[in-house]
């Protein structure tokens, strides 16, 4: 055991602040993403795993060689990379005559699978093959998904989570409208999936608000779903857990209404208004000779004393 941790000790600054960061935090980093190829793979999965990670630079890891791999049989190599890069979201191509032009998009929780969905290139238009302007490195794209069975279908609500975290890019706190620059369009339709990438124009439309143009930037697919493996409820319920640190706490009283105003609630004793310091004006000074109702009733009412 001495030597065990004499082993995983730092000696030097630059491996204490590499264990350090790899350490669980409060609010965790940005998700990174690996790209591996698999043992044998096409033209067009290679060209698709290239399009991709130019989707995801700079949060993006890509293995150039190839890698014996299947993730649907061992997923040790793929938690061993996971490791080894810290990414908790990875991509993998392969070919083969039973399953040809094969992606598999898949997350790791705690450095182990927790789901993998394959899905099968159909149809694919590369960014080479549109001859358009493409948007900054980093552009955090706008995700849409269309299609009834993103809501109804299990299998897709689980892919439409995948896909989300995947592709969704850094958090921000607020986004202007000329930072819209991206969108990425997902739709359900008969068991297939379609993938499509704009670009956002804002162009001159008379008035304050612009008129917004979709332009075709690439890359663009045409999925059909083949196998999945999706974690269990009570596994998926605990890696969506939140430390308490992280979460909000509840302030008691405080409301907002549907236009976003700030409302609070406040609890007090019951006042007497009769006594109530009113404002001191001039006109309601009292009198000389003058009484008040009350002042009177109270006069009555005391006892008379002979002398």
């Known amino acids: 055991l001495q030597a065990l941790h004499r082993i995983l000790k730092a000696k030097t600054r630059r491996s204490k602040r590499f264990l350090q960061s790899r350490q669980p935090k409060l609010t965790e980093d940005q998700k990174s993403s690996m790209i591996i190829r698999g043992g044998n793979t096409s033209q067009t999965v290679s060209q698709a795993l290239k399009d991709v990670y130019a989707l995801k630079k700079p949060n993006a890891v890509l293995y150039k060689r190839k890698n014996m791999v299947r993730p649907f ?13 810290d990414c908790s979201l990875f991509l993998f191509g392969s070919h083969n005559k039973k399953r040809p032009n094969n992606l ?7 450095f182990h699978v927790l789901d993998m969905f394959e899905l099968g290139i159909e149809r694919f238009v590369s960014l080479r093959d549109v001859k358009t302007d493409t948007c900054p490195e980093g552009t955090k794209p706008l995700l849409v998904f269309a299609g009834e069975l993103f809501e109804t279908d299990r299998e897709h609500q689980r892919l439409r989570s995948l896909l989300t975290d995947f592709f969704c890019g850094p958090r921000v706190s607020a986004v202007r409208l000329a930072g819209l620059e991206h969108v990425l369009h997902f739709t359900a339709l008969e068991g297939k999936i379609y993938m499509r990438s704009y670009k956002v124009l804002l162009k001159k439309s008379g008035c304050r608000t612009p008129r917004i143009q979709l332009q075709d930037m690439g890359p663009s697919f045409d999925f ?17 857990r939140q430390p308490r640190g992280v979460k909000p ?11 976003g105003t700030r409302l609070g609630r406040l609890h007090m004793q019951k006042q007497d208004l009769d006594k109530l310091q009113t404002r001191k004006m001039k ?6 000779g003058e009484q008040t109702a009350e002042t009177a009733a109270a006069a009555a009412k005391a006892p008379r004393t002979d002398e």
Request: proline fraction near 0%; hydrophobic fraction near 35%.
């Open 73 to 85: 049989d061992d997923s040790t190599a793929l938690e061993f990379f996971s490791k080894k890069s």
């Open 249 to 259: 706490k509840k302030k008691k009283n405080i409301s907002h209404d549907a236009f």
């Open 283 to 288: 006109g309601l000074r009292k009198r000389r």
């Open 104 to 110: 598999i998009f898949g997350r790791m929780f705690d």
């Open 224 to 240: 059909v779903m083949r196998r999945n493996h999706m974690a269990s409820d009570d596994l998926y319920k605990t890696a969506h």
